[in-house]
């Protein structure tokens, strides 16, 4: 039965968020209001590139204006950071809120998890010279990666994953999708556009590997990774992640701007992977790495394979010669992920001895394979661990006391 209270909820219309909305779309927007076509280039500017947190921020646009789109129910409708919490290790795991209320999970990790190294992008380039060099700055950082979510939940049901146990609510709106990068870029206050006079570094990594299956949203990933371009984060810096969904590896091939490709893969052959991975049996490895060879590489780029190292499952040296003879002929680089433990979940980590055993195999074979480093195990924040956590979950760590956005260097 409806009461007041219920019946006042559903007449209040949702805010109509301009964050998330095509350059082509805010142009029309303007056209209706019967505006100049530069009216929609300063609504741009100061949506995307300053990240305006409220219409009376865009002084840029006549105060009419702003009125009347407030008037139209029109807001700027970032998500909101409800929750956070820091690891030891300095990364940082938000709830990310949604103006529905539903929730996802966004990681900042400063100095990243070393999972752009050997790709043959710029962003590899400075982390594998500055870590060769040693280089430090007076920052605490040098560059941070940024994990964003997809969807709210997940329907791929990999066995090793915190997430595929929400399953699958919906999916998440291209604002919904870059909101997160600008809301993580608003509490840190950095400015993309330049580092001059900013102790804090402009370069900022993406990696697409949070919460849901990108390339199941793909229409929506896509047009958040455009915005993200406009946002001054070029695509080079930008990863993303799939469990091979073919349908939108054999689009991602076609498009003229798309992030770098990384496939998890965790198996050297289907029987092991279609275990752990059921996707497997829609599409198996052979197909797979048929649509893989659709894809155009540019100029030193290469495709990345993860593989979650899990003990005594896909950890052996037989594993490895199997993998690789699967990915010899590819220009491609293995990023190995030591499995990130939660809670009933029957999995264990391999051992030390093993993990090196099976990249240093790898390496002999020619083919490059790095230890990714994990980062936020204690907050459930590493890969695999991203469950919209709430502080009434037990942790394997308290929580650590994380300042506030105003009290944070900037």
């Not at 530069?38 to 995307?48: D, K, M, N, P, S």
């Not at 391999?350 to 090196?356: C, H, S």
């Amino acid at each position: 039965m409806l009461n007041k209270t219920n019946i006042e909820a559903e007449a209040t219309p949702q805010p109509k968020p301009l964050f998330g909305l095509s350059l082509d779309e805010l142009a029309s927007l303007m056209e209706a209001h019967g505006q100049r076509p530069y009216r929609a280039a300063q609504l741009a500017e100061a949506v995307y590139r300053q990240r305006a947190a409220s219409l009376d921020d865009i002084t840029t646009l006549p105060a009419e204006l702003r009125e009347s789109f407030a008037a139209e129910g029109y807001a700027i409708g970032l998500p909101e950071i409800v929750q956070t919490a820091r690891s030891v290790d300095g990364t940082e795991r938000y709830l990310v809120r949604m103006a529905d209320g539903e929730t996802v999970e966004t990681v900042w990790m400063p100095d990243g998890d070393g999972g752009e190294r050997g790709d043959g992008s710029v962003a590899a380039e400075e982390e594998e010279g500055e870590d060769k060099a040693g280089n430090t700055a007076n920052f605490p950082y040098r560059r941070a990666t940024i994990c964003i979510s997809s969807q709210v939940g997940c329907a791929v049901n990999c066995q090793f994953c915190l997430t595929a146990k929400l399953g699958i609510r919906r999916n998440l709106t291209p604002g919904e999708i870059a909101g997160q990068v600008a809301a993580v870029l608003n509490r840190h206050r950095l400015d993309l556009g330049s580092s001059r006079g900013n102790p804090s570094p402009a370069r900022i990594n993406l990696v697409f590997m949070g919460m849901g299956e990108p390339f199941l949203n793909y229409a929506n990933f896509m047009a958040a990774v455009r915005l993200l371009v406009y946002m001054r984060i070029p695509e080079s810096r930008m990863t993303v992640s799939t469990s091979g969904i073919l349908p939108g590896i054999l689009d991602f091939a076609k498009e003229a701007v798309r992030p770098k490709l990384a496939v998890s893969l965790n198996a050297p052959n289907d029987v092991i992977r279609e275990s752990i991975m059921p996707i497997t049996r829609k599409w198996n490895i052979a197909a797979l790495f048929e649509a893989l060879d659709t894809i155009p590489l540019r100029n030193r780029e290469w495709i990345t394979f993860e593989y979650v190292m899990l003990g005594g499952i896909n950890d052996s040296l037989a594993d490895a010669e199997e993998l690789i003879a699967l990915v010899r002929n590819m220009r491609c680089k293995i990023n190995l992920i030591v499995w990130n433990s939660g809670p009933d979940m029957p999995y264990h980590e391999p051992t030390q001895a093993g993990v090196y055993a099976f990249q240093k195999r790898i390496m002999d074979a020619g083919i490059p394979a790095y230890i990714r480093r994990p980062r936020g195990r204690d907050i459930y924040a590493a890969c695999g661990q991203l469950k919209r956590t709430v502080e009434s979950d037990p942790l394997p760590a308290p929580l650590v006391e994380i300042s506030s956005a105003a009290t944070l260097r900037g």
